[in-house]
């Protein structure tokens, strides 16, 4: 069953501005991840963030995570054509040691 | 430079056959794993190993098989190919003790089932 469901589904934005996706989850976690996947590839790892932490940053991406609303949001600053992917979070559930990736979001950067 | 490949890349094959889809990782990881990935379910994991002669059974593995007899290949089965089995196919590794670590993705085998 999905643990994590993206939102917006799809995501269409201009070169220069930010890029604000968010995953929602079911049950408690001891980290969610944020994965990228161009088109007609594999996943790419982007960002880990444990239970015990609220905020990381990596380049131009922001992960924030909220565990009493069990929600996430990946922000991707001053956004570039080559952004363009689709983007999925993945939880680790308590207890268990698998992830489970939500369904993701399309954006769509145009120059 | 370590690397995880997938083959063949693309495969078509006719309901009731037997499909074996290989992947090979150098990276020397304990852990592995196969999904699948369907439009409108995101990636759904099939089976997964913690190392050598280790397998367990993911959210989505009737009709599927692995075995695991060195660190660098996780073959998959597919025992009697149907056409829900029709989807693209991605291996996965991690380093660590468990699968909550970061996982590296091969490209992907795209399988058609007619």
């Known amino acids: 069953s999905q643990q994590g469901e993206e939102d917006p589904q799809a995501l269409s934005i201009q070169e220069g501005e930010n890029a604000t996706m968010n995953c929602s989850y079911k049950?408690?976690?001891?980290?969610l991840q944020w994965y990228r996947q161009n088109s007609g590839r594999g996943l790419v790892h982007l960002i880990l963030i444990r239970s015990n932490e609220r905020e990381k940053h990596s380049g131009r991406l922001r992960v924030t995570l909220d565990t009493s609303k069990k929600s996430s949001s990946l922000l991707i600053t001053a956004s570039r054509a080559a952004d363009t992917a689709s983007y999925f979070c993945?939880?680790?559930?308590?207890?268990?040691?698998?992830?489970?990736f939500g369904k993701g979001t399309m954006l769509l950067v145009s120059p | 430079d370590a690397e995880i490949t997938q083959s063949p890349r693309h495969k078509i094959t006719e309901t009731g056959r037997q499909v074996t889809l290989a992947c090979h990782q150098t990276w020397n990881h304990n852990n592995m794993f196969w999904y699948r990935q369907d439009l409108g379910h995101g990636l759904r994991l099939i089976h997964y190993?913690?190392?050598?002669?280790?397998?367990n059974k993911g959210e989505v593995s009737d009709g599927y098989s692995v075995s695991r007899s060195n660190t660098e290949d996780l073959p998959l089965t597919l025992e009697s190919a149907a056409s829900s089995q029709t989807s693209v196919y991605f291996c996965a590794s991690s380093e660590q003790g468990t699968g909550a670590d970061t996982q590296y993705f091969g490209p992907g085998t795209r399988l058609t089932v007619l």
């Open positions: 190993s913690y190392g050598v002669q280790d397998t």
């Open positions: 993945a939880t680790v559930q308590s207890g268990y040691s698998t992830l489970t």
């Open positions: 049950t408690s976690i001891n980290n």
